[in-house]
């Protein structure tokens, strides 16, 4: 959001100093180069928010890839399941499991698979646990006063995070590596839906990664995306994007 709005005043900027100088320039009797110039700069600066905002949705589109790839390392590894892991986590931290995530991230863990949960705990406080996905030992549980998060306690799920995970194993069998309890969320006309369901991530028995949604009031299924694991299809996708804004320039 923040930088949507960084972006929105740059650009709010640049065209009311277009504004300014085009008056200027029109007032000066030998000014045609004086207007030539002034659009070029407008069009300039426009075109490098333009390239900006690509490389920033090029970044953020490599760090999915990279989460993504590590998604399926980390389930070939993992020696307990998620349920294993949320009930370690919740005989540490009693409460409730909102979030679990299955990684291996050499920065943090030097390279071990962890489950990462959020639990809102019976404190009424946030805590994130990490357990060894090997072993399903606790590592680490830490209070998380963190901005982004709400301090309310989460919208109540008639279907559990277990339960929610059984239905979308169903669906795509195999391994969960992230599951999350979501309502921020816009439909397909861009209204905020409000919508209370689980986000889950699976690593398929069938080699691709499946992203699944599963309603927390009534249990149904729906498979928002499967991925191959060829990266080759999202570059091309990243290219189609970049050619759209280059369009978007001409016009």
Same mark, same amino acid.
């Given at each position: 959001m923040k930088r949507n709005v960084t972006i929105a005043a740059i650009t709010a900027a640049v065209l009311i100093s277009g504004t300014t100088?085009?008056?200027?320039?029109?007032?000066?009797?030998?000014g045609d180069r004086d207007r030539t110039s002034t =659009?070029?700069?407008g069009t300039v600066s426009?075109?490098?928010?333009?390239r900006d905002?690509?490389?920033?949705?090029?970044?953020?589109?490599r760090s999915d890839d990279r989460a993504d790839?590590?998604?399926?390392?980390?389930?070939?590894s993992a020696g307990i399941s998620l349920d294993q892991a949320v009930a370690a986590a919740l005989k540490s931290v009693p409460g409730t499991v909102t979030q679990a995530e299955l990684d291996r991230d050499d920065d943090d863990h030097n390279g071990r698979a962890v489950w990462e949960l959020d639990v =809102?705990?019976?404190?009424?406080?946030?805590h994130d646990v990490t357990v060894d996905a090997a072993d399903g030992k606790v590592?680490?549980? =830490?209070?998380?006063?963190?901005?982004? =998060?709400?301090?309310?306690a989460p919208r109540s799920s008639a279907v559990t995070l277990n339960e929610a995970a059984a239905a979308a194993l169903k669906t795509a069998p195999g391994t969960i590596t992230s599951i999350d309890l979501d309502d921020d969320d816009d439909d397909d006309n861009g209204s905020r839906s409000n919508v209370l369901r689980w986000d889950v991530d699976?690593?398929?028995?069938?080699?691709k990664q499946h992203e699944l949604r599963v309603d927390a009031k009534t249990g149904k299924v729906t498979v928002d995306r499967d991925d191959d694991g060829d990266d080759r299809d999202d570059r091309g996708d990243d290219r189609d994007d970049r050619n759209d804004d280059r369009d978007g320039d001409d016009d």
């Open positions: 100088a085009a008056t200027v320039a029109f007032a000066d009797s030998d =659009r070029s700069a426009l075109a490098d928010d333009d905002d690509r490389t920033d949705d090029a970044s953020d589109d790839d590590r998604a399926p390392a980390a389930a070939k =809102r705990g019976s404190d009424k406080k946030w590592l680490k549980t =830490r209070d998380d006063d963190n901005d982004d =998060r709400d301090d309310h699976v690593a398929g028995k069938d080699g």
